[in-house]
């Protein structure tokens, strides 16, 4: 077996540092091992060290440009924010190999993450043949342009793929009249999870005997939202417990319960779903009721990872200020994490960490949130969190949608009000109209 081979092996065990070695092997008798320097990158590439992927695909694409290693450079170049660049070199990919089905699934995904959805299909329909990686992908469009049936069914092929984990594989999956006990079990970020939970109502109507599995955040809030089921914490344990007790049946995702539910535009009622705790609303009004100004807005300025689009779906706080300029409302953070030295307090904003950190139960932040008059934020958490309680909502929408804000409101959510191509001036009137008209 050969050093590259024996790389491939290693790294598919989990063995990083055994397949950088035997990579590293591959290279010191063949400086221009192409495949080696490809691997390479692709493992800087994974550990977010995008600089190095670049440099080492670069190489490697020197020795052999091929569909493969130009690949490689523009998965380097999408790490690096430089995502008109990545589809140049993409295009020149497919033009080596237009069979090559990684090329066109990464470019289809740069034009979805950019909201250029027809490009982005025209990309996902080159190849001929019906491949999973692609069809999969192909529900982004699908859903935001409100094809829901096609797009669930899509969408529904990610399940176990990337951060879509699949849990309880040796129950067969539910469907509605299934008999016994069912888990309903949590899949992707905070967000994700809220805004498909407003299914769980829908199925529970279907099923004999409920289990809710979620993070631990979200025990809390879902035993006291969905009073008929079992909620348990345990998403991230592997052999929880209960299951001895619960002896369940069948199982389903989360997010796959909108293609049963959510089939059509009519189907989603859009009314609140979640219920805040009664003794920690009574805290947070506490807290908020010695501010001197009647009205109280939440906001949040960040959202999403490195790799969700951090920087597409945040604003400066100082530039979110000017929108504020001259509104009679107390401000509140939402964010649950901030960076070390940075002082929303210095701006006017009122900061309560041991409500909002990230590693707090989820309660806290939803107690707040329903003592609100008005949330206002860029796309991220608690504006599924804010639509599931009903807290009036402006989202403040950059060029680059996700499927989720295809239109000027979001469907999940009757309270959430879409603001597309936002101005600080803009953002006020609007605000103003909300909270004065809610007097």
């Given at each position: 077996m050969s050093f590259v081979d024996r790389g491939v092996a290693?790294?598919?065990?989990?063995?990083?540092?055994?397949?950088?070695?035997?990579?590293?092997?591959?290279?010191?008798?063949?400086?221009?091992?192409?495949?080696?320097?490809?691997?390479?990158?692709?493992?800087?590439?994974?550990?977010?060290?995008?600089?190095?992927?670049?440099?080492?695909?670069?190489?490697?694409?020197?020795?052999?440009?091929s569909a493969e290693t130009l690949n490689e450079v523009a998965r380097a170049l999408v790490g690096m924010q430089e995502h008109e660049t990545a589809l140049e070199v993409l295009t020149k990919a497919h033009e080596i190999d237009p069979t090559h089905v990684p090329t066109v699934n990464n470019a289809g995904m740069i034009c979805v993450g950019l909201a250029r959805y027809d490009e982005a299909w025209n990309w996902l329909t080159k190849p001929q043949t019906l491949e999973p990686d692609i069809e999969r992908n192909k529900a982004f469009v699908h859903l935001y342009r409100q094809e829901w049936d096609e797009g669930w069914r899509c969408y529904d092929l990610g399940v176990g793929k990337g951060d879509r984990v699949e849990r309880h594989k040796y129950l067969p999956q539910w469907h509605p009249g299934a008999p016994g006990p069912t888990i309903i079990y949590g899949e992707q970020g905070i967000g994700d999870e809220i805004q498909f939970a407003s299914c769980i109502w829908d199925a529970m109507g279907d099923m004999e005997s409920p289990i809710i599995e979620t993070m631990p955040r979200l025990a809390g809030l879902f035993s006291r939202s969905f009073p008929g089921a079992k909620v348990y914490g345990t998403r991230y344990e592997d052999v929880p417990r209960w299951l001895i007790d619960e002896q369940p049946k069948n199982r389903i995702s989360?997010?796959?319960?909108?293609?049963?539910?959510?089939?059509?535009?009519?189907?989603?009622?859009?009314?609140?779903?979640?219920?805040?705790?009664?003794?920690?609303?009574?805290?947070v009004k506490g807290l908020l009721s010695p501010m001197p100004r009647k009205k109280k807005i939440g906001i949040a300025w960040s959202g999403g990872l490195p790799h969700t689009g951090r920087d597409d779906r945040s604003v400066e706080l100082d530039d979110l200020m000017m929108a504020f300029a001259h509104i009679d409302a107390e401000f509140i953070s939402l964010e649950h994490t901030l960076a070390e030295g940075y002082s929303p307090e210095e701006r006017g904003v009122h900061?309560?960490?041991?409500?909002?950190?990230?590693?707090?139960?989820?309660?806290?932040?939803?107690?707040?949130?329903?003592?609100?008059?008005?949330?206002?934020?860029?796309?991220?958490?608690?504006?599924h969190l804010a639509g599931a309680l009903g807290t009036p909502t402006l989202v403040l929408l950059n060029s680059r949608p996700q499927w989720r804000c295809g239109g000027p409101s979001m469907l999940w959510y009757r309270s959430v009000e879409v603001l597309r191509d936002w101005t600080p001036e803009s953002v006020r009137d609007r605000i103003n109209e909300v909270i004065h008209g809610a007097e």
């Open positions: 290693a790294y598919k065990a989990g063995d990083t540092p055994e397949a950088i070695a035997c990579f590293d092997a591959a290279l010191a008798g063949d400086v221009g091992n192409w495949e080696a320097l490809t691997h390479l990158a692709s493992i800087r590439h994974d550990h977010q060290q995008f600089g190095q992927a670049y440099a080492l695909a670069t190489q490697a694409a020197r020795y052999n440009p989360v997010a796959q319960l909108p293609g049963i539910y959510r089939k059509t535009t009519e189907s989603f009622p859009g009314t609140p779903y979640l219920k805040a705790c009664s003794g920690r609303r009574a805290m900061v309560f960490p041991y409500i909002t950190d990230r590693n707090l139960d989820y309660d806290y932040t939803t107690s707040l949130v329903s003592e609100l008059d008005l949330v206002v934020s860029v796309p991220t958490a608690v504006v």
